[in-house]
């Protein structure tokens, strides 16, 4: 393990690293659009690809200098945290089953880690990971994107302030229509994977989009999780992970002596949606109602009252939801500056680390590690329950 390891303290940019999102990968670009919107981070190195061969075009795709392309994130991880100007954190854009022991590597490096969803594909190397990343005192920053939007910060300020009440109903869905046929068997290189369960791990759409609709949730309400109920379909012919997904949800009691409850709806063989996340979230006094195709609205409805449109950047929108907008109301902000807000918020929580262990700002929020274990124990759940005809499983 490499200890003692200095990072530069000046203003300039973040220097960071990427592992996967090469030739032919669709978030690494997202991730990498995402860090350089508001010029806080600088990709100087990459691991790209496990073949050597398209690592290296990738590489030299994006400008990359030859000697900072890594045949292998080990090989990585090493050589930058020899460097003097060697990378400040990794960004971790691989198949799931990559994702703890990249991020060992470079948290023994001494190095900050941004990692892709779900945290990793087993519950097992979930925990170890988070023991790490105690143990390394560096911070680990999960790209639950959907956080990052002005109106679900917006939402959360409302809950936490007692707006609706006592929260007693919770609902998230999450459909696409992408895997309705066969997909992994044409060449998509993107459904391939997500559907191996040595890649992804035991959840399919519980793992993919379920992960997303169950942090937002559990972001916004401020609940914890009791119990669930599942019932996982694979409904593609010879498909190993589940494609469709209906769960009910248990929260612990918050507040009043019934606990909330919930439902959850994740699917990627629902011929007509593309990306449907929606929230709804309703409680003693009112309901909020936010839908990701329209991401700048947040529909709030005050029991016994008219229902209420409150726009980013608008009337009604508060600190939260402000802190994190870029542009005027009316101009739309969406998916990339959704992820963008995480990198920003990675950001300031490393410069406070420049600052030699300096504390977080306080209204700093980013998905953590615990955050991730909690998701990837949601997914084994999940199965657990399905395979025993829908029982009640406890987290």
Same mark, same amino acid.
């Given at each position: ?21 090469? $030739?032919?990968? /669709? ?17 100087? #190195? ?14 030299? !795709? ?10 292998? /994130?080990?090989?990585?991880? @090493? #050589? ?14 691989? %198949? ?8 060992? #590597? ?47 910060? $917006?939402?959360?300020? &409302? ?6 009440? !006592? ?83 248990? /929260? ?10 919930? &439902? ?29 195709? !329209? ?7 005050? /029991? ?15 600190? #939260? ?6 542009? %005027? ?64 499983? @406890?987290?």
């Amino acid at each position: 393990m490499v200890t003692g390891r200095q990072v530069e303290s000046g203003s300039g940019p973040i220097r960071y690293g990427m592992v996967g999102g090469g $030739q032919g990968a /669709f978030i690494g670009a997202v991730h990498r659009i995402a860090a350089r919107i508001d010029g806080e981070f600088e990709l100087v #190195a990459g691991a790209l690809s496990s073949d050597p061969a398209r690592a290296k075009a990738s590489a030299a !795709d994006l400008g990359l200098d030859p000697e900072r392309s890594y045949g292998t /994130f080990a090989e990585m991880a @090493k #050589a930058e945290a020899k460097r003097p100007d060697g990378i400040e954190a990794v960004a971790i854009v691989t %198949p799931n089953h990559m994702h703890w022991p990249a991020a060992k #590597a470079f948290l023994e490096a001494g190095i900050h880690v941004i990692c892709d969803k779900p945290l990793t594909s087993n519950l097992a190397d979930a925990k170890k990971l988070a023991a790490l990343v105690e143990k390394s005192g560096k911070l680990f920053v999960l790209t639950h994107n959907y956080t990052g939007y002005p109106m679900v910060r $917006q939402a959360r300020e &409302m809950v936490a302030s007692g707006k609706l009440g !006592d929260i007693r109903v919770v609902q998230a869905e999450y459909p696409q229509d992408w895997l309705t046929e066969k997909a992994e068997d044409t060449g998509s290189k993107q459904a391939a994977w997500r559907v191996d369960p040595k890649q992804s791990g035991v959840g399919g759409s519980t793992g993919d989009i379920g992960t997303h609709a169950y942090n937002l949730a559990r972001f916004v309400s401020g609940l914890e999780l009791d119990s669930l109920a599942a019932d996982l379909d694979s409904f593609v012919p010879g498909r190993l992970l589940d494609d469709n997904a209906h769960i009910m949800l248990r /929260f612990k009691a918050k507040g009043s002596e019934h606990p909330a409850k919930g &439902m959850i709806w994740a699917s990627q063989v629902a011929p007509g949606h593309e990306n449907g996340l929606k929230l709804r979230v309703y409680g003693t006094k009112g309901g909020l109602e936010w839908v990701q195709a !329209d991401p700048n609205y947040l529909w709030y409805s005050p /029991f016994g009252q008219p229902k209420q449109l409150i726009t980013r950047g608008g009337a009604g929108s508060g600190p #939260a939801s402000a802190r994190v907008t870029r542009v %005027p109301p009316g101009h739309p902000e969406g998916y990339l500056e959704g992820f963008a807000n995480i990198y920003a918020e990675a950001a300031r929580a490393i410069r406070a680390a420049r600052k030699g262990g300096g504390k977080l700002p306080k209204d700093v929020i980013f998905p953590t590690v615990e955050d991730g274990v909690e998701g990837v124990a949601f997914v084994e759940a999940c199965v657990k329950s399905s395979k025993k005809n829908g029982a009640w499983t @406890k987290l």
